[in-house]
């Protein structure tokens, strides 16, 4: 039986994970594959985490409360209080993941034919939240050119319709690596206080900030706090993306108590990443500074690299640890696949994430790839010579 | 702000978990409460769970797979076959306990303004998730007087509309403790494949069948296997709740492959959880044989306490942990609410979900309780004289 709803058929296929089988084959063929196309760093998890989950000790595995556990709401709002934002009990959500916090946001605020405003290229799961919602992705173009920040304040207003409901982004950017400026902060506040809508913020990769750039936080505009919705996750600020560990945070009281009915449909979020999420809230600043100079340190050296090769074009991203390169490739999925099927430099190959599922508009970012820079030094400076081989073998072997 | 989606507001608070800041005011009193309100049982978690999970070293906690661990999914095929229903690897999906496996699979199989059947009284969850896919909760009243058990064809058929994309059961029954009998699951199975429906088969209570009754799974029907999706949870297997751990199983690859693309966008379930609930199927038939026989006792003292009490309405269950007893009183709620604020016995007071929220037809269950039956001999006795004593003061102090 095949009567499968339309919002799923509609659903594209992540574009970051479909290519898996590809690897996996290469893999058993043999070869060495460094990934650089899924955001899942190296870095190795604080070990807080499972010190403190191997402490538990009740006899009962038990269903913990819909909303979090009462230590981990309480280390978040500590957290929070460092970057001068004040969150109180009910402001806060902890969810599976970021993943679970979009999807439930988006649930809470937008009807089936709504529209959501991202800037493009998105992360590419916004899109399939929004599919299986029914509701309707609204790119807001931004261009590689530009380091792929916000238009003027004309060319987003003209995206709003009385359907409009959210405009969502991820700020550092994610594929991007973009990070918006105060100005464009309080742009995008402007346009959402003057048209009644949310703000979805993702600020996921908030540590992540290069070039001494100052970041702002939607989370920081008493003038619309609500309207501002902010994703959270401690899966990158950590290490710890198979935690699953999220949260929604607003001042809106009567957002945050209306999700709570669906965290209470869901029961709760797993007990013992609860625990081990508390835990590493306790991590030193040390830690994060450490943390910071290791991705700065490997966003340097992918950048040099790239500029060696000849064809490539991109900017220096200024923060999250992702940056999106122009390939002198007619198709970069096709490139992507030839890589794993077809390429290898001495046993080694290389992968990244096609870039043209981050975009909505047709045929956009079709010879662009997202290069997630995950892995330490040496492994990056390998994974960029084997590129510039790769770039050179192409042409001929087509 | 306040503009929030229609699916959200029409979506009910949990019956289950709405009287909670009763039951805090009533501890921060100083009552103890017996907790019958919810399906959280006192079963010790068997500690595999636990030591699987402390061995585990790995430096970084990475993503897993979007489908779930191989290790786990293995599992549970070996766990299927014991039942003889054969399931292959992409035949299943691990998923952030039952609820995300229902919840995807509404999705999966459903459009806005499309219809579910769902006999009620129904756990009630299910309205939630049907509110929030924008999919309409279609009652099919089953009878307290012959156990909940199903009507017959015609009247199930009735209820059929070119909407209608499956029938949504829960057997063992959760609130009913109904267990289907074969007969009943041939019928369900016969107007599925009448009608080309969807049945999703929530079997998360299989193992607690007492009376030495049959339980029919819908994945032993080769017959309609295109149209079966069940449910599956260890939450209640293993008394592991709080491991969120749950699996959506079908015959139907494409359809698996479909809801495949969501479990991508929320990128995996925790890895801890899984490794863990990975364990808790090597524990030996001798835990299944002692759970089994400790709910059935429980079950017996439960019924035979409520038969003493004057005015209490109730069936024998025949599975899960849940019995719905009709009780002396017009509005169970307001009893409920009343036994947390202002009553105790020598301190100590009674908690139980008000049936009316497991029900969408008006004013149905209205002075039903659903009661868990998930603490131990000792409190169960306990909890039942209390509720005796207090049926006899509740008139007098209203």
Same mark, same amino acid.
């Given at each position: 039986m095949e009567n499968f709803s339309q919002r799923i058929t509609s659903m594209q296929a992540s574009p970051i994970r479909k290519l898996a089988p590809y690897a996996d084959q290469a893999k058993a063929d043999g070869k060495k594959i460094y990934h650089l196309n899924i955001g899942q760093p190296d870095i190795e998890t604080p070990k807080n985490f499972m010190e403190a989950i191997k402490n538990f000790d009740e006899k009962v595995l038990a269903y913990s409360s819909s909303q979090g556990i009462p230590e981990l709401i309480e280390a978040v709002i500590r957290y929070y209080k460092k970057y001068d934002m004040s969150f109180e009990k009910d402001e806060i959500l902890i969810t599976n993941g970021g993943s679970e916090a979009l999807l439930f946001t988006l649930l809470a605020i937008a009807d089936y034919g709504d529209e959501i405003i991202i800037p493009e290229p998105f992360y590419t799961n916004y899109a399939g939240f929004n599919a299986i919602a029914g509701v309707k992705t609204v790119p807001l173009v931004t261009e590689a050119s530009s380091g792929f920040h916000l238009p003027e304040k004309e060319k987003i207003e003209k995206l709003i319709t009385n359907k409009t409901k959210a405009i969502l982004i991820t700020n550092p950017g994610n594929p991007t690596g973009a990070v918006f400026t105060e100005e464009e902060v309080n742009r995008l506040a402007e346009i959402a206080k003057e048209n009644n809508l949310f703000i979805i913020s +993702? /600020? !996921? =990769?908030? /540590?992540? !900030? =290069? *070039? *001494?750039l100052k970041f702002k936080s939607f989370?920081? #505009?008493? +003038? #619309?706090k609500d309207q501002v919705i902010i994703i959270d996750s401690v899966s990158k600020r950590f290490s710890a993306?198979?935690?699953r560990i999220g949260a929604i945070l607003s001042k809106n009281k009567q957002l945050i108590a209306q999700i709570l009915k669906i965290c209470q449909g869901r029961l709760c979020c797993p007990t013992l990443e609860q625990i081990g999420a508390t835990a590493l809230y306790d991590v030193s600043e040390d830690y994060f500074k450490r943390v910071h100079a290791e991705y700065q340190k490997r966003r340097d050296i992918l950048y040099g690299k790239l500029q060696e090769i000849p064809g490539i074009i991109c900017q220096n991203p200024e923060g999250a640890f992702y940056v999106i390169a122009t390939l002198p490739v007619e198709d970069a999925e096709e490139f992507v696949i030839w890589l794993l099927k077809d390429f290898d430099l001495d046993g080694e190959t290389i992968m990244f994430a096609p870039a043209q599922g981050f975009y909505t508009t047709p045929d956009a970012g079709k010879n662009q790839i997202r290069i997630a820079y995950i892995l330490n030094e040496n492994d990056l400076k390998r994974a960029m010579d084997i590129l510039k081989i790769a770039l050179e073998e192409y042409p001929k072997k087509k």
């Open positions: +993702d /600020e !996921v =990769y908030r /540590e992540f !900030v =290069y *070039n *001494n989370g920081s #505009i008493p +003038d #619309i993306c198979g935690a």
